[in-house]
């Protein structure tokens, strides 16, 4: 059974900058695809990033091209996501994901469709507000 724990998440100030970890255990192998997803409130969970990590190909969404990267520690089985010049928008719950889908699959969509994704954290709180 594979589980995936999220933490990092807080207040931080607009235009500041965050990372959050995901720390996976259990049968990775098998999905080899981290992703990061956030839900605002009131609105559908949208994908915002996912890393192979097999090859280290990776996706965004354009909604966060070039303030978001997601680098990766298979060593220690962790996957980051590094937030940065953040807004008052970007308040929402992440969470990190697993799928068996490669991330060149989702830039082929340009969307990363919950459906795929298998294995779900618990969640983290980012709020961003001064």
Known sequence: QLQLVESGGGLV?????LR?????????FDYPTI?????????EREGVS????IDGSTYY??????????????DNAMVY??????????TAIYYC???????????AMDVMPKKLYNYWGQGTQVTVSS
Do not use: M, Y
Not at 13 to 17: E, I, L, M, N, T
Not at 20 to 28: Q, V
Not at 35 to 43: C, E, I, N, T
């Open 20 to 28: 959050l970890s995901c720390a996976a255990s259990g049968f990775t």
């Open 97 to 107: 994901s697993a799928a068996r889908s490669a991330p060149p699959v989702f830039q």
């Open 81 to 90: 996501l590094q937030l940065n010049s953040l807004h008052p928008e970007h």
């Open 13 to 17: 100030q607009p235009g500041g900058s």
């Open 50 to 53: 996912c890393i192979s990590t």
């Open 35 to 43: 992703g990061w997803f956030r839900q605002a409130p009131g609105r």
């Open 61 to 74: 969404a354009d909604s966060v091209k070039g303030r978001c990267t997601i680098p990766r520690d298979n």
